[in-house]
């Protein structure tokens, strides 16, 4: 099993930033990638950015392109999501997800919420 728990989310005003954390602990060993998500309110859940662990690959979506970057610290486990330039589109709850092993685990998810 992995557990996987989110941190940094927040008010922010347009145009400000944020950096989401997701530290990951239990059985990790094998694991493949961490990536984000979200979930807009009253939309589905949507790709945000992803890391491939081995070779720090990394890609995102189109609407945070630019303006977001992931990133990881191995020796903690842990993934970063930083966000600038946020935009009041951008307000949602973000999950954080690890794939180890062919299963994948999500976080509790934290919310984000930018106002105009």
């Known amino acids: 099993q992995v557990q996987l728990v989110e941190s940094g989310g927040g008010l922010v005003q347009a145009g400000g930033s944020l950096r989401l954390s997701c530290a990951a602990s239990?059985?990790?060993?094998?694991?493949?990638?961490m990536g984000w998500f979200r979930q807009p309110p009253g939309k589905e859940r949507e790709f945000v950015a992803t890391?491939?662990?081995?070779?720090?690959?990394?890609s995102y979506a189109d609407s945070v392109k630019g303006r977001f970057t992931i990133s990881r610290d191995p020796a903690k486990n842990t993934v970063y999501l930083q966000m600038n330039s946020l935009k009041p589109e951008d307000t949602a709850v973000y999950y954080c997800?690890?794939?180890?092993?062919?299963?994948?685990?999500w976080g509790q998810g934290t919310q984000v919420t930018v106002s105009s």
């Open positions: 239990g059985d990790t060993f094998g694991t493949h990638a």
């Open positions: 997800n690890i794939g180890v092993r062919g299963s994948i685990y």
């Open positions: 890391i491939i662990w081995s070779v720090r690959s990394t």
